[in-house]
RNA sequence: GUCCCCAUCGUCUAGUCUGGUCCAGGACGGCGGCCUUUCACGCCGUUAACAGGGGUUCAAAUCCCCUUGGGGACGCCA
């Protein structure tokens, strides 16, 4: 076979959400498991609803996804003349003609149609008229049935006389989407389409076209999309969110790819899969057929995941980002990634998003002064009974001189041999007194990354309160 | 209305092509437990499904037909 070509066309007319990112993966993958090459097209011809930003925000999602594409972006509407030529040939080789009826004549074709229980279609009252202007309508075979193997599907045979007579060329002179894919698809040499559930209706309309000119025939995959939680269409009412959001709200670009993927692909009881693992392992046999519910919390435990397996520099970097973002350059300045980077493998099997952890690393950047205490906890841990046992610890601490892990828990046991009292005892009141909270990572490493003058201050703080 | 597609635990799915090893496996979630300095993580156990009805067959989740339910398409949109 030769090599295999795909391409993800998406038309910019708004943001990449996750169906179309997961058209887009398994497009990729489709390239890349057989060493091929994945093009990207902008199908921009409907210039009233394309816009700059929307193939903007498609580029960055593609890249923020790790969907690299080969050659170079091929804009539609810049193969308008190619279309045109095609069409004309169309029109001489005898399988496209003029026609001139007006809508409302077509509208009514199909009401009446409709009515007698028909497929509403247009009726091809022009197709021997030889007509020289108008629109240019395909001419379609009256009788054959036209079938494909769908990669994903299977076959799928529809007849002829289902198809109605699709317009190539609009009266502006502009050629119709059927038309232009199909041209482009040829012209950059794709020979594997994967699209949306919702093109299947479209390819055998295609397909006429592709032999008509007498080239061949792509292979086609059609992947079921992705529902709602309601089993609907995904919407932006259930958070059909465009790909940029997820990255918004601290999920990690390998995670959503993962769990995508899993979203109507399959090997095995395989849940976890790097881009190198998925681009080794994809086949489209192993693509579902029926659509799927998009759950957020399996997608949360997955992106759980990558964060625990998630290199602590690159958290600490993005943990930087999201400071600066949320309360701007000037403020986030007073935390370094290297602060960071040393709270992060705390929070790592803790956290479910960047967002997540930078909210869980609060208590650890903040100055002892401005540590929040949760009052119920004070109220509960930071007792007249424990205060005096904080004090004590803190003064033993005050005096340590060197100041790790090691130091921190062998003087915690010594102080509970002294007072003969279990770690329990403390445990909490001390929680409560260094991060405000019940919550938090284990008492000496939360010490170790808080650093000697914080934790007393913390802890002399606390006695106060 | 017409055509096309789809149908396994609540959800994602394995198994369907090449019937028997499936009184249906895994994962998320739920529930229970273990670990434990809290919360997580991790570990163990548990819950729960072949849409319905007819065939074919010694044998059907797997093959065929029908019904039901869901979705998509039917544009001078893409």
New binding site residues.
């Given amino acids: 076979m030769n090599k295999i070509v795909s391409r993800f066309a998406p038309?910019p007319t708004g943001y990449l959400h996750i169906g179309g990112a997961r058209t887009a993966l398994f497009s990729w993958l489709l390239a890349r498991a057989s060493g091929g090459e994945f093009r990207l097209r902008i199908?921009d011809?409907?210039r009233a609803?394309s816009s700059q930003e929307a193939t903007n925000a498609i580029i960055d999602s593609m890249k923020w996804l790790g969907l690299e594409h080969d050659g170079e972006i091929v804009f539609?509407s810049d193969n308008a003349d190619r279309h045109n030529a095609v069409i004309d040939q169309l029109i001489e080789t005898g399988h496209a003609y003029y026609c001139e009826?007006?809508?409302e004549a077509?509208d009514a074709m199909?009401e009446k149609a409709?009515k007698e229980?028909?497929?509403?279609?247009?009726d091809g009252s022009c197709r021997e008229s030889g007509l020289k202007s108008g629109?240019v309508r395909f001419k379609t075979p009256l009788e054959g049935t036209t079938a494909f193997k769908d990669m994903v599907?299977?076959p799928?045979?529809?007849?002829n006389t289902?198809l109605?007579d699709m317009?190539l060329r609009?009266?502006?002179g502009s050629p119709?989407?059927?038309l232009a894919v199909v041209v482009d698809d040829h012209d950059m040499g794709v020979n594997n389409v994967m699209r949306g559930?919702?093109?299947?209706?479209?390819t055998p309309r295609q397909i006429l076209i592709y032999r008509a000119m007498g080239w061949d025939v792509p292979e086609f995959g059609h992947v079921p999309?992705i529902?709602g939680p309601d089993?609907?269409?995904l919407s932006k009412r259930h958070g059909a969110l465009s790909v940029m959001e997820y990255e918004k709200m601290g999920y990690l670009p390998e995670a959503v790819t993962n769990y995508l993927a899993?979203?109507?692909w399959?090997h095995?009881?395989q849940?976890l899969f790097t881009m190198d693992e998925m681009v080794e392992l994809f086949s489209t046999d192993?693509l579902?057929?029926?659509?799927?519910?998009f759950?957020l919390?399996?997608f949360e435990?997955v992106n759980?995941?990558y964060m625990?397996r998630a290199d602590p520099e690159r958290l600490a970097g993005m943990l930087c980002d999201f400071l600066t973002r949320e309360v701007g350059e000037e403020e986030a300045k007073s935390v370094s990634k290297s602060d960071f980077a040393k709270i992060a493998p705390l929070l790592q099997?803790?956290a479910k998003s960047i967002v997540d952890m930078l909210e869980q690393s609060r208590p650890f950047i903040v100055d002892a002064g401005f540590l929040p205490y949760d009052e119920a906890a004070v109220k509960k841990f930071l007792t007249d009974e424990t205060k005096p046992l904080l004090e004590d610890i803190a003064s033993r601490i005050e005096a340590l001189d060197e100041y790790s892990e090691q130091t921190l828990e062998d003087l915690h046991r010594q102080f509970l041999e002294d007072k003969d009292i279990k770690?329990?005892v403390i445990?909490?009141p001390i929680?409560v007194a260094i991060v405000g909270a019940?919550?938090?990572?284990?008492?000496?490493e939360t010490m170790m990354v808080l650093g000697k003058t914080q934790t007393l201050a913390r802890l002399k703080r606390a006695i106060e309160l």
């Fill in positions: 038309s199908e011809t409907d609803r539609q009826c007006s809508k077509v199909r409709m229980r028909r497929k509403p279609k247009y629109v599907k299977g799928i045979a529809v007849e289902e109605d317009i609009r009266a502006d119709t989407y059927n559930d919702d093109h299947v209706n479209n999309m529902l089993k609907k269409k899993r979203l109507g399959s095995g009881d849940e192993n579902g057929n029926s659509p799927s519910v759950d919390t399996k435990w759980g995941q625990q099997p803790r770690f329990k445990a909490q929680r019940t919550k938090s990572p284990g008492l000496f």
